[in-house]
């Protein structure tokens, strides 16, 4: 069963930086591409950013490009997003999730997030 962790959110104030980290487990991590999203309250979930299974083709919303990366780490099956210049707008619950909704037969779930927070 796949299981996700995401960790390292927290309050900061504008301008700056968290690094958030996933955990994944029950699936061969390697073999997929991998997702962060937010949600603020009272928005939809958006796609904050997205990375190749090996790492090497990157993806980030407009409203983030430049200011955030994803990594990943195949061998400690963990994904990351480095935030810098972090702004009140940022302000959400973060996931990461594989791209895939069904692995090995089995429906994905969202795992817990973690709420970032961005205020002075």
């Known amino acids: 069963q796949v299981q996700l962790v995401e960790s390292g959110g927290g309050l900061v104030q504008p301008g700056e930086s968290l690094r958030l980290s996933c955990a994944a487990s029950?699936?061969?991590?390697?073999?997929?591409?991998m997702n962060w999203y937010r949600q603020a309250p009272g928005k939809e979930r958006e796609l904050v950013a997205s990375?190749?299974?090996?790492?090497?083709?990157?993806n980030y919303a407009d409203s983030v490009k430049g200011r955030f990366t994803i990594s990943r780490d195949n061998t400690k099956n963990t994904v990351y997003l480095q935030m810098n210049s972090l702004k009140p707008e940022d302000t959400a619950v973060y996931y990461c999730?594989?791209?895939?909704?069904?692995?090995?037969?089995?429906?994905?779930?969202w795992g817990q997030g973690t709420q970032v927070t961005v205020s002075s």
């Open positions: 999730k594989p791209q895939s909704t069904i692995i090995d037969g089995s429906l994905v779930y």
């Open positions: 029950g699936f061969t991590f390697s073999y997929h591409p």
């Open positions: 990375i190749s299974s090996s790492g090497r083709i990157t």
